[in-house]
């Protein structure tokens, strides 16, 4: 089975704080540069929460406890179809030592859902951003 019909599942951050959300731009390939939520292929026998802690470690040394999938969406790329896992997630490191982190990286940025570039997004993190229930995320987040 060639890669354009071989399924590969991808955890997606969505790391909420103050009403900003995380955002990552790709590096390399066909999306080089497009904003995306923050994650990565999911590894053999791996579930999407523990790939979204593990990949956000790897990726931008942030430490998040994963919570629930908010959305799962399949979506066909010219080379590949990949299945993206939205999983809620919460920061466990001190958020000044996160923006700290998060500010040296022009990789990386804050937004609150209503001002997301989304003309620059990757297609899948484009329609997800349209489909995730924002006002009730940001309630949740705000309660605790």
């Known amino acids: 089975m060639t890669d354009k019909h071989r ?8 790391i909420v704080h103050q009403k900003q959300v995380l955002l990552a731009r790709r590096e390399g390939g066909n999306l080089h540069n497009l904003w995306e939520f923050p994650g990565g292929k999911l ?12 990949e956000l470690v790897e990726e931008l040394d942030i430490r998040i406890e994963a919570g629930p999938t ?9 080379d590949k179809l990949v299945r993206l896992h939205f999983v809620a997630c919460r920061l466990t490191d001190d958020f000044s030592t996160c923006l700290r982190k998060t500010r040296k990286n022009p990789m990386v940025d804050w937004f609150i859902p209503e001002n997301f570039p989304l003309a620059d997004f990757c297609p899948a993190d484009r329609i997800a ?15 605790k």
Do not use: F
């Not at 908010?70 to 010219?78: A, K």
């Open 70 to 78: 908010l959305l799962v969406l399949d979506h066909h790329y010219p």
């Open 129 to 143: 951003a349209g489909k995730l229930p924002w006002k009730k995320i940001i309630n949740h987040e705000e309660k």
């Open 7 to 14: 399924i590969i599942d991808v955890a997606a951050a969505v």
């Open 43 to 54: 590894e053999e026998n791996e579930t999407a929460a523990a790939a979204a802690e593990r």
